[in-house]
């Protein structure tokens, strides 16, 4: 048996929800083809678009896989190719896209015996592998689709949030590799209890403001007083582009993941559009190439 599928790259910590918060993008996204073989093992054939290791063992998408096949009791194996369009530390969630991907399509290949949360717990084992820590904001909505909560990691409890029909994210992806696992270690281990309160708050208001589509709580929520301050000096330009979509009409934004993309919320489509304009002209001004996304947020 044979699948293709498609697996979508993600915005974690949307602000102030660092490690448990993400969202899906409609592009960019990886594909791949997971075939079913009668032996429990995982046989990478085929990476292809960045140079990345073939050897399961040492891939996400493998790592992934070997810890679902761990709680196979079928003598069943899979075969895998990927086809990467999402570069490596690009901060929209490569080696989420990877590994939850591969387990999403390993599970339909099964008749779908594990539960998304399952396949989370899985995935993470590729997180672990990238970055240093199994973190499951980007595997979460990778998997669920749409926007997640990762309520609790012990045990793993994850919540798809509903989100009003008019929000839009634009993402820019600036040429520069920033390793999440370099961008975790810079972060400091304590935080302050006024930081702490203010951050909680904004966690509470985004979902609520998503919840009840109120763009503008929203908006007061898309704030970040302990992660932002400290990796947003890895991103060439990014206070002005912030400063800029806002003043172009976005609702508020951050860094994506670990960076260095940068995503920025907007209430529709024509809003979004102008901050993507607003975004390019800055990095366009700077000197340095990138990508940039547009996604409906659903
Ligand atoms: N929450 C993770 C981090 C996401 O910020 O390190 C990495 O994409």
New binding site residues.
């Given amino acids: 048996k044979e699948i293709r599928i498609f697996a979508p790259g993600?915005v974690?910590?949307v602000a102030c929800g660092?490690?448990v918060m993400?969202f899906a993008l409609d592009s960019p996204g990886d594909e791949m083809v997971l075939r079913t073989i009668p032996e429990k093992t995982v046989r990478i054939t085929k990476v292809d678009g960045f140079n990345l290791p073939l050897e399961a063992a040492k891939n996400v998408a493998g790592v992934a896989l070997l810890s679902l096949l761990n709680e196979v009791k079928e003598m069943v194996g899979f075969e895998v190719e990927i086809y990467k369009k999402i570069k490596p530390g690009s901060?929209i969630?490569s080696s989420?896209a990877s590994s939850a991907g591969a387990v999403v399509a390993a599970n339909k290949l099964l008749g779908e015996p594990f539960s998304k949360t399952d396949l989370a717990r899985f995935a993470m084992e590729g997180e672990r592998l990238a970055?240093g820590?199994a973190?499951a904001?980007?595997v979460a909505p990778a998997i669920f689709g749409g926007f997640t909560l990762v309520r609790s990691y012990q045990p793993l409890d994850i919540i798809s949030i509903d989100t009003p029909d008019e929000l839009y994210a634009t993402v820019i992806h600036p040429q520069i590799e920033v390793k999440?696992s370099d961008?975790?270690e810079i972060l400091k281990r304590n935080v302050l209890l006024k930081d702490a309160i203010r951050q909680w708050g904004n966690v509470g208001g985004l979902v609520a403001g998503l919840m009840k589509s109120d763009y503008n709580l929203i908006s007061r929520s898309l704030e970040d007083a302990i992660?932002e301050p400290i990796?947003s000096i890895l991103i060439p330009a990014f206070q002005e582009v912030k400063l800029k979509s806002k003043e172009a009409g976005a609702l508020g934004g951050g860094?994506?993941?670990?960076g260095p993309s940068i995503f920025m919320l907007s209430r529709g489509e024509e809003t979004a559009q102008r901050v993507k304009s607003i975004m390019a002209e800055i990095y366009d001004k700077v000197g340095i190439d990138y990508d940039i996304h547009l996604s409906k947020v659903n």
């Fill in positions: 993600t974690a910590n660092f490690d993400g901060g969630g989420a970055s820590t973190h904001d980007n999440t961008a975790r992660v990796r860094i994506s993941g670990s």
